[in-house]
């Protein structure tokens, strides 16, 4: 669960990204498919070589997903619903992974933010994105 706190703590460090989200993004989703290389099955139609336009592409659409479950932190499920729909009935995204490009996000956010990134907020974005993979997960049988 997350607590107020960890709320908080996210929020602003989100507000830090300061336009460096698309950047963010792709770099996070680099580091998936270099660390995890089955995750890039999944993409069999993408020009996977860093730095691409169909990587920074998707990996603007994966922050501002994000961006939109940290402003209905304590909504999740409704926020995502949708996006939820879309990994258990088309995607088909084997759940495990969810937890792949959380480690590879916070990689990339330790990178770009430094000292900023501390202990706290770390645990916060960890707890963060496990409840964006369970609601992500919730409708798979
Ligand atoms: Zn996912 C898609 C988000 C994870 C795979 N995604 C997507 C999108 C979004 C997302 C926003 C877009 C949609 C539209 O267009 O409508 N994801 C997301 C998030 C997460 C994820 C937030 C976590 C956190 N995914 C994931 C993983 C994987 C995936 C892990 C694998 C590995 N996705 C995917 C795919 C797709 C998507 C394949 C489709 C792409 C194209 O474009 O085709």
């Not at 990204?17 to 998936?32: P, V």
């Not at 619903?81 to 995607?91: F, G, I, K, T, V």
């Amino acid at each position: 669960m997350l607590t107020a706190e960890d709320k908080k703590l996210i929020q602003q460090m989100w507000g830090k990204l300061g336009g460096s989200e698309e950047e963010i993004g792709a770099d996070a989703l680099n580091r998936m498919f270099h660390s995890y290389p089955p995750t890039k099955t999944y993409f069999p139609h993408f020009d996977l070589s860093p730095g691409s336009d169909q990587i920074r592409g998707h990996g603007k659409k994966v922050v501002a997903a994000l961006t939109t479950a940290i402003k209905n932190i304590d909504n999740l499920s409704q926020a995502l619903s949708e996006l939820s729909n879309l990994h258990a009935y088309n995607l088909r995204v084997d759940p495990v992974n969810f937890k792949f490009l959380s480690q590879c996000l916070q990689v990339s956010l330790a990178t770009r933010l430094g000292k900023d990134y501390s202990p706290d907020v770390h645990s916060a974005v960890d707890r963060f994105m496990s409840a964006v993979a369970s609601v992500l997960a919730e409708k798979y049988r």
